[in-house]
């Protein structure tokens, strides 16, 4: 996907009603994209969406504790 791509996705998740499912697998996603996606689905006040699957991209878990803004 084309990053201008991903950007729209992110316009529809904070706005849509009616996406309930969304299958992102092996698209080469970095962190850094799954942060703007957990943004923009928090942004949507009444989201319908119960399932994401990031699977298969680079999205690293290193068992690092966050660190407090």
Do not use: C, W
Not at 4 to 33: G, H, I, N
Not at 43 to 53: G, Q, S, W
């Amino acid at each position: 996907m084309t990053q201008d791509t991903l950007e729209r996705l992110l316009q529809v998740l904070r706005k849509t009603r009616s996406l309930e499912e969304l299958y992102l697998e092996t698209l080469a996603l970095k962190a850094d994209f799954a942060h703007k996606l957990s943004q923009a689905v928090l942004a949507n006040p009444d989201p319908p969406l119960h399932t994401i699957d990031l699977s298969h991209n680079l999205i690293d878990d290193k068992g690092e504790p966050l660190q407090e803004i």
